[in-house]
């Protein structure tokens, strides 16, 4: 057998593995409520788990919990009891799933990977909201602080001041992007220009677009689909982790082509 048969038999028996695991979980809710475990001998319904399929104790308690919290959202218990999922995926939407959005989040969870719906639940908890009492992440430089100080002493606001220049910048790059957003032209390369990655970075830095993202940006989505729009007009353009990439996808889960230009190793390069 070759190297590349061996990892593909792994890979196929891997994947059939998690699949039936799903299914053998899903069916414990059931056997619990039945005492089944009891009328066929098993002490527990963690021994039934662990002797019948491998199951950890966690795992068992999980899938109970689930079921329990999804008592009145059927759609994402149906995902459950019936195996479609893992119990990973469904735990992180747990904490943000109600009565109102079970639907959406059950497709959801068919569409993101695990790390995508962790981000998708913080997102929703967290939100935008800034947070209160903020310090600065950052350190000052004694030559900053020393014109503040003085600002300061003049009688100064350093606050509106500092406003002022931020909100400068702020110009600058709207200024250069309405610029580049008039000389943006029907295209169908992918090739994103260089003056145009260059303000991104301007705006944006390395990290994702989105605020209270901390993670580095991965690719530059195009908002509007590249595909219809064929132009790389920079007000449509952000740059995203994979993450919320993935989550800015699932919004039009029908799109499945779509184009990218891949940031690597800090720099916008194309793919
Ligand atoms: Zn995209
Ligand atoms: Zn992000």
Redo the contacts with the bound molecule.
């Keep these: 057998m070759t190297d590349e048969k061996l990892y593909q038999l792994c890979k196929q028996y891997g994947q059939w593995t998690l699949h039936w695991r799903w299914k053998f979980t899903g069916l414990l809710p059931e056997v619990n409520r039945r005492r089944l475990y009891e009328k066929k001998g098993f002490a527990s319904i963690f021994e039934f788990a662990a002797k019948l399929a491998g199951l950890s104790n966690d795992q068992v308690r999980l899938a109970l919990n689930l079921e329990r919290r999804f008592e009145d959202k059927p759609a994402l218990k149906q995902m459950l009891v019936e195996g479609k999922t893992s119990l990973h995926k469904l735990t992180r939407i747990a904490s943000i799933a109600t009565v109102e959005n079970e639907q959406e989040l059950a497709q959801k969870v068919n569409v993101l990977s695990k790390n995508a719906l962790a ?1 998708l639940a913080r997102d929703e908890r967290v939100g935008s909201k800034s947070l209160p009492g903020q310090t600065l992440k950052f350190d000052l430089s004694d030559e900053v602080i020393e014109q503040l100080n003085l600002l300061h002493a003049q009688g100064k606001d350093v606050n509106v001041l500092l406003m002022e220049l931020l909100k400068e910048r702020e110009e600058k790059i709207v200024t250069k992007k309405e610029e580049l957003s008039l000389k943006a032209m029907k295209t169908d390369s992918h090739y994103v220009s260089a003056e145009v990655r260059h303000l991104l970075k301007e705006e944006y830095g390395e990290k ?3 605020k209270w ?1 901390s ?1 580095p940006a991965a690719v530059i989505h195009h908002s509007q689909r590249f595909g219809l729009a064929h132009t790389h007009d920079p007000k449509f353009l952000a740059p ?2 994979h ?2 990439h993935q989550i800015a996808h699932s919004i039009d889960a029908r799109v499945q082509s779509y184009s990218h230009s891949i940031v690597a190793g800090g720099l916008f390069v194309m793919s």
């Design positions: 981000t994702c677009s989105i993202c993670r995203l982790c993450e919320h």
